[in-house]
T-cell receptor, first 115, second 109 residues
Framework: GAVVSQHPSRVICKSGTSVKIECRSL??????MFWYRQFPKQSLMLMAT?????????EQGVEKDKFLINHASLTLSTLTVTSAHPEDSSFYIC???????????FGQGTRLTVV | QKEVEQNSGPLSVPEGAIASLNCTYS??????FFWYRQYSGKSPELIMF????GDKEDGRFTAQLNKASQYVSLLIRDSQPSDSATYLC?????????FGTGTQLKVEL
């Protein structure tokens, strides 16, 4: 299957700083990528849909100025958590759709801890 | 609000038994359905997807879909300890996946 690579896998940052997470599709072009957040014992919650070359679409309740998404190429989307706070600590996962495969492939996830 | 419901479990089955995982969804417009396996601290891995009523088999896994009842299930035959994980059901509408909270499966020796 298609491979989606997410980096870093784990990051610890101080409160008030920003963290960038990268999501790459390695062997296919991803016109659309999705960013999820998962708190312990909870399901994946879609944060935003990232479309190559256009603005991301954010789900209700997700602050677009706090979670900056850039999808500058068909193989790379980035999520930047700005002015991180401890409540932003979570597992962030990206996903890419290859329409030809009709499947969503997930990155390895990023465990963010804000101290 | 579009919802996918799953029993959180844990569901405990002995090794070699059949594990049955169930899921209901509220959006009749959902086009296809996915089962993912997620180990603790890891990202979800796709097991299989189904979009037509009936059964779909892949190795030890069988997905069942009943659109009239808005019900999806996953059967795991000959369960192994390595199958112990959380199983996430997801429905697809357009490009978006809506996930259930997952069912924790424990396969006991």
């Amino acid at each position: 299957g298609a491979v989606v690579s997410q980096h870093p896998s784990r990051v610890i940052c101080k409160s008030g700083t920003s963290v960038k997470i990268e999501c790459r599709s390695l062997d296919f072009q991803a016109t659309t990528m999705f960013w999820y957040r998962q708190f312990p014992k909870q399901s994946l919650m879609l944060m935003a849909t990232s479309n190559e070359g256009s603005k991301a679409t954010y789900e209700q309740g997700v602050e677009k100025d706090k979670f900056l998404i850039n999808h500058a190429s068909l193989t790379l989307s980035t999520l930047t958590v700005t002015s991180a706070h401890p409540e932003d600590s979570s597992f962030y996962i990206c996903s890419a759709y290859d329409r030809l495969n009709t499947e969503a492939f997930f990155g390895q996830g990023t465990r963010l801890t804000v101290v | 609000q579009k919802e996918v419901e799953q029993n959180s479990g844990p569901l405990s089955v002995p090794e070699g038994a059949i594990a049955s995982l169930n899921c209901t969804y509220s959006d009749r417009g959902s086009q296809s359905f996915f089962w993912y396996r997620q180990y603790s601290g890891k990202s979800p891995e796709l097991i299989m997807f189904i979009y037509s009523n009936g059964d779909k088999e892949d190795g030890r896994f069988t997905a069942q879909l009943n659109k009239a009842s808005q019900y999806v299930s996953l059967l795991i035959r000959d369960s192994q300890p390595s199958d112990s994980a959380t199983y996430l059901c997801a429905s697809r509408g357009g490009n978006k996946l809506t996930f259930g909270t997952g069912t924790q499966l424990k396969v006991e020796l």
